[in-house]
């Protein structure tokens, strides 16, 4: 039976309606969210630290995949923000680069990488992406930008003559992880917080006992995290610890959200995320 005017023009303004509403979710989910950048404040407990670094201010960002979605202006707001938390370090846990011309995508690194400052500097590791691009490339590109790239390698920050030891690993997906490099260069002494671009790697560090922390990225949270139901995609070495903090034995996990995208530049209930970890020292 054919539709009567006005059952028509219901229709027709429901749809549209429909329409509209989904359009205006898209507007917000591809650029109001992705932009939103959340600042998140945890405060953790390691039993190792010394109470000369008790307070001390470690900030993480990870998955800035330059290039798709991300760009120079956004990092450098970034950097001002992260910049604004007053951190004594700052760690940036992999995926600089998503795919495509390193060498195209490095002057939209290099500039706004610098910009992020602590006393103690900026570290980082680098991720699977990297690696899918050119991981040679990327780590000069740390080189230029005074990021000090610890992958399969460990520094060691000093107060008051204690040591706080910050250990990278590169990334697991292509088997670049040397955890028993690091553990050679690792004393026994001193916490210890470890770099890990996948979140899962968690299995394998966790059980040496020897690491307080660790920091990761990789998942971007899912990207879309679906009420009742979570993020409905995640990579692989990021389907057990998929966004924030757990505990893998004596060892705390965290696992940051990123501030990037891959895929279509899209956050659904999942803003892309600056961590401020303040550590504090057992009994204190």
């Excluded at 520094?155 to 030891?165: A, I, N, Q, Y």
């Excluded at 250990?167 to 260069?185: E, K, S």
């Excluded at 004393?187 to 968690?202: K, M, R, S, T, V």
Aim: charged share 20%; aromatic share 6%; net charge negative.
């Amino acid at each position: 039976m054919p539709l009567s005017r006005r059952k028509f023009l219901k229709a027709s303004l429901l749809s549209a309606t429909t329409g509209a509403a989904g359009l205006i979710s898209l507007i917000y989910m591809g650029h109001l969210e992705t932009d939103d950048v959340d600042v998140v404040q945890i405060d953790v407990h390691l039993p190792r630290l010394s109470p000369a670094f008790e307070g001390y201010r470690l900030a993480q960002i990870s998955d800035i995949h330059m290039g798709t979605g991300m760009t120079a202006d956004k990092l450098a707001t970034i950097a001002d923000l992260t910049n604004q938390q007053q951190p004594d370090l700052i760690t940036i846990t992999g995926d600089f680069v998503t795919h495509g011309s390193v060498a195209a995508l490095g002057p939209m690194l290099i500039e706004p990488l610098r910009e992020f400052a602590a006393p103690d500097g900026v570290v980082g590791v680098l991720g699977n992406h990297d690696f899918w691009t050119d991981a040679a490339a990327v780590r000069r590109i740390l080189e230029q930008s005074d990021v000090l790239d610890v992958s399969n390698g460990v520094t060691t920050v000093h107060r008051d003559g204690e040591s706080l030891h910050i250990a990278g690993v590169d990334t697991l997906w292509y088997h670049q992880d040397r955890l028993d490099l690091v553990l050679d260069q690792l004393p026994d002494e001193g916490a210890a917080i470890l770099l890990a671009h996948e979140p899962d790697f968690a299995d394998i560090s966790g059980p040496t006992g020897r690491f307080d922390l660790q920091l990761s990225g990789h998942t971007h949270g899912g990207q879309i995290n679906l009420p009742l139901v979570g993020p409905p995609f995640l990579p692989p070495h990021g389907k057990k610890y998929p966004l924030g903090q757990y505990q893998v034995g004596g060892m705390i996990q965290y696992t940051n959200r990123g501030v990037g995208t891959v895929g279509p530049p899209l956050r659904i209930n999942c803003r892309p995320e600056v961590t401020l970890f303040t550590l504090h020292a057992r009994g204190i």
